[in-house]
């Protein structure tokens, strides 16, 4: 049974064919911005690195840690404070194919997969280790594309002591949506192009 729960999203393979590289892009984030954890759905804002404090932004990645330099001394760290520093990096997974493990705030049912479900904490975290204490909640929305849960449920983890009906289910889930998802995009108006 799954009795504790997974700290924040963790990458767990590449939906496809693809190799999983866990590659990382780097981010620029402002002096002073908004504490992040390795595992928090982040997304750009002013063209810098933000957590996503609301289930309908639009994240790029998770965030997987940073670097800067703080009096002079380069410094690497699982999450960032919101400390005062300068050349402050954010390392994101934004591979659009990466897949996650998350728990479950609560028991789910096996018909859970397939929809899409809703998070809290979504930027919450621990300074002691670092990481994301997001959870996917258990009540679940529709299937198909919605901005009614930022994540999609693809399955429970198959593993020994994980089950449907375990207090904190590991399931294995991807953004509903994403920034670089422009199949998705709405537009106000018909755009017209001439050669």
Do not use: H, W
Not at 88 to 101: A, E, F, H, R
Not at 116 to 141: C, D, L, W
Not at 171 to 186: G, I, K, L, S
């Amino acid at each position: 049974m799954s009795t504790t729960k997974v700290a924040g999203l963790q990458p767990s393979r590449v939906r496809g064919a693809a190799p999983n590289s866990n590659g990382l892009n780097e981010y620029p984030i402002a002096s002073g911005a908004t504490a992040m954890y390795t595992g928090t759905p982040v997304r750009i804002a002013s063209g810098t690195l933000t957590p996503c404090v609301t289930t309908t932004e639009v994240p790029v990645g998770t965030f997987q840690g940073c670097r800067y330099v703080e009096d002079g001394e380069q410094k690497f760290k699982p999450y960032y404070s919101g400390v005062s520093a300068s050349d402050i990096v954010g390392l994101v997974n934004d591979n659009p194919g990466q897949t996650y493990i998350i728990s479950s705030n609560a028991t789910v049912v096996a018909g859970i997969v397939g929809n899409n479900v809703e998070v809290s904490a979504i930027a919450g975290g621990s300074t002691f280790t670092g990481k994301s204490t997001i959870v996917a909640k258990t009540t679940a929305g529709t299937s198909g594309k919605a901005t009614n849960g930022l994540l999609r449920v693809i399955g429970i983890v198959d593993e020994p002591s994980n089950a449907a009906g375990d207090a904190f289910t590991k399931m294995e889930v991807a953004f509903n949506y994403d920034a670089t998802d422009y199949q998705n995009v709405v537009t106000s108006a018909v755009v017209t192009t001439t050669n």
